[in-house]
């Protein structure tokens, strides 16, 4: 009996590494938002807070420092400076025996007292809700801003930190040496309506299922296909015990 010749052949391993490095950026971002969707449907965002000002004085103490960490400060924090006025009338000494297991502390500690007063003085008690007076805060750069205005003020925003940037870059997203790149090229490839609860699906997914080091990119449920060429050859290599001389 002769093969019918129309029916379709899965394709083989070859077939399948062709396809798998020859994937664009935008068919990429398309399957990573559809399994990240799947898989974090809702985004809580990590960082406790209340009100506008207190997510904003959380996500400064987040630089350096985990958001487990600033979870465990800030109610003693918050405690004594819930708002502009309170917080503003401590000593940087006060601020800083609340935060002093945080990196960086001394110097979060100066910015929150006077970003607190500047937020008093200049903008009635009330965060401003735009990125060009958000960066001009002590001690608030545009990832500090970016989360400000998504969370806070739903604007959409893509928030880079180290953690997206590395992602990025595992998945084949973006080439960039800089967040600040990469926050250009996540934002062509994903839909601006989806560019807040990404932010934060692609955070977990990281700390979940995908660290920064031994990591099985083969059986990841992103890396397994998405990984470039490139990035499984230089972790692989990274892998490999190095021999004693």
């Known amino acids: 009996m002769c093969p ?21 950026r935008a068919e990429k971002a398309v399957r990573i ?7 974090y449907p809702t985004t809580p965002i990590p960082l406790e ?24 400060v800030t109610p003693g924090l918050f ?4 708002t502009p006025l309170a917080m503003a009338n401590l000593t ?37 809700a735009s990125f060009e007076a958000l960066e001009r805060l002590p001690g608030v750069g545009h990832k500090t801003a970016s989360v400000v205005m998504a969370q806070a003020f739903g604007v959409p925003a893509f928030p880079v930190d180290t953690h997206i940037h590395r ?8 080439r960039a040496r800089t967040v600040e790149v ?6 062509a490839l994903f839909p601006r309506e989806a560019w807040n609860r990404l932010h934060l ?3 977990f997914f990281g700390r979940e299922h995908c660290p920064a080091l031994r990591h099985d990119l083969q059986n990841c449920q992103i890396c397994g296909w998405a990984a470039t060429k490139k990035r499984v050859q230089e972790e692989a290599h990274a892998a490999r015990p190095k021999r004693r001389s």
Not at 33 to 39: S, Y
Not at 61 to 71: G, K, P
Request: with cysteine; hydrophobic share 40%; charged share 25%.
């Open 33 to 39: 938002h559809r399994i990240l969707d799947e898989l």
């Open 167 to 174: 992602l990025a870059s595992r998945w084949g997203l973006s």
């Open 201 to 203: 699906q692609i955070i």
């Open 92 to 128: 940087e000494g006060e601020i800083l025996a609340e935060i002093k297991t945080c990196g960086l502390a001394p110097r979060k500690s100066k910015a929150i007292k006077e970003l607190a007063s500047i937020v008093l003085d200049e903008h009635d008690g009330q965060v401003p």
């Open 49 to 72: 807070h209340s009100d506008p000002f207190t997510l904003l004085v959380a996500v400064l103490l987040s630089a350096q420092t985990t958001d487990a960490r600033v979870n465990i």
């Open 4 to 24: 019918n010749r129309n029916k379709p052949q899965a394709p083989d391993s070859f077939t399948f590494f062709v396809y798998k490095w020859a994937m664009t």
């Open 79 to 82: 405690s004594k400076g819930p």
């Open 182 to 187: 990469t926050e250009r090229d996540l934002k």
